[in-house]
């Protein structure tokens, strides 16, 4: 027999029993759907992320921290400063230190990491916020994403950059009506002096701190999406404002938590720099340079095998998942195809009889399950696309509603698609193994006498 034929023969064989076979097809496509929509939820995740940080550059940066004395081998990801490893620094980070690292070839800019603690004021409504200090240059560099207005440039005084997640706190629903509005940042600072005596004796008594706030009028120029990332990123906070303003103005400087612990024999200067580079073929001289100085370094590149490591395992996992409705859709083709032969009993025998041999009778039940599995595995792939379709609108629509950006979280590659019908294939013929054993050891004598 050809191939058309046992392809022929098998949809004809499956049409007759069109219940079973319809039931059977829904087992698998439901499998391969789950498996499916669960493949491009993860691949859609790594697109997002990889994508975002491309766009953003964040692989050609580097972040820069002092080492102290007493710590020589801290992991990357810890805080330079933690109490328990805190001690005198053999090296600064200051404004000497970065002017020299402009100067390194492959460095676009560099810039400390400064924040200090406000209070955010604007119409009515007051929330505590972090105060990125960013310079110009790297705000207009692309590293923000802004959903209204634009970056601040050195000429502008008082401008100022919000973040959209603060403006929903703040119960601004639309980003382009702020625009140029007047807000307000209210710094805290230790007032030790005698206008502040009611803080202090509060603070004495253990009922108050000695803080005193100043406050200072900015005009917001911008709104950027929330860039909260985890790890030492280059932007993290909710206000951005340019250094000159910044200089100008009386805070508590927190370039990082551990700043309060940091011993009064410290030597002061920046807790963290991001360097900005060209390519990241420099990272790696540039990073030599820096640790030459008896500083640590930090690139998100280096982690890139971990990140990849990190997606597979999510991959396995959903795999894993689907896995289960597999072998429940594999069960039920292997009770289809059972049933089947003890229905077709006679009718194997009369095929032996008139001279079909045993490989002949394995090809024709092989392709049936076959069959189940490519009808099974199209249907499954178009189901497994729709109910994608349906969750990612379904989740842009809140997103959306609380002011976060569209976006694709299902990703449908080729080699999603065309596996996919493999992989169904592939399983059904494996669930199809037994039965077509079972059809093939049938003897022809035993099944012409049987009923």
């Not at 029993?17 to 059977?24: E, Q, S």
């Not at 609108?393 to 694709?408: C, E, H, L, R």
């Amino acid at each position: 027999m050809r191939i058309s034929d046992y392809i022929e023969q098998s949809f004809s064989n499956l049409w007759k029993k069109k219940l079973r076979t319809t039931l059977t097809i829904f087992g698998v496509m439901i499998g391969i759907g789950a498996l499916v929509s669960m493949f491009s939820f993860g691949q859609g995740i790594q697109d997002n992320i990889t994508k975002t940080f491309n766009e953003l550059q964040l692989f050609n940066y580097i972040s820069v921290y002092p080492r102290s004395e007493n710590n020589h081998t801290i992991p990357s990801f810890e805080e330079p400063n933690a109490p328990e490893q805190a001690g005198p620094y053999t090296q600064i980070l200051d404004d000497d230190l970065i002017r020299y690292v402009t100067e390194i070839e492959g460095v676009e800019s560099a810039f400390p990491e400064v924040r200090f603690p406000a209070m955010i004021r604007f119409n009515e409504e007051e929330n505590f916020s972090l105060v990125q200090v960013l310079p110009a240059d790297v705000c207009q560099s692309g590293l923000m994403k802004l959903r209204a207005g634009r970056p601040y440039t050195s000429a502008d005084a008082n401008a100022l950059i919000i973040s959209d997640s603060l403006l929903r706190r703040m119960k601004v629903k639309e980003p382009q009506t702020i625009i140029g509005q007047q807000i307000e940042i209210s710094t805290l600072t230790v007032d030790l002096t005698l206008s502040n005596i009611p803080n202090i004796i509060s603070f004495i008594r253990g009922t108050g701190l000695p803080f005193s706030r100043q406050s200072y009028p900015f005009t917001i120029v911008g709104v950027t999406e929330k860039m909260g990332f985890a790890g030492p990123m280059p932007v993290r906070s909710d206000v951005f404002i340019a250094p000159a303003e910044s200089e100008n103005m009386k805070k508590l400087s927190l370039t990082s938590i551990w700043d309060l612990f940091q011993s009064s024999q410290q030597a002061k200067g920046y807790s963290m720099v991001n360097i900005k580079l060209s390519s990241t073929k420099y990272i790696e001289p540039v990073k030599e340079k820096m640790e030459d100085k008896g500083f640590r370094t930090f690139a998100l590149i280096d982690h890139l095998e971990e990140i990849k490591t990190g997606f597979i395992f999510m991959n396995l996992f959903l795999f894993a998942v689907g896995m289960i409705a597999i072998t429940v859709a594999a069960l039920g083709i292997i009770n289809t195809m059972v049933m089947s032969i003890l229905e077709r009993y006679k009718e194997i025998g009369i095929m032996k009889a008139v001279g079909a041999s045993d490989n002949d009778v394995k090809k024709i039940f092989l392709f049936e399950s076959g069959a189940i599995g490519f009808l099974g595995g199209v249907m499954g792939l178009a189901l497994g696309w729709l109910v994608s379709m349906i969750i990612n609108q379904v989740i842009n629509y809140f997103m959306v509603k609380q002011g976060a950006p569209s976006m694709d979280y299902f990703s449908f590659r080729w080699w999603l698609v065309s596996g996919a019908i493999v992989f169904s294939i592939l399983i059904s013929l494996a669930a199809g193994v037994y039965p077509t054993m079972r059809a093939a050891r049938v003897d022809p004598v035993v099944a012409l006498r049987h009923d």
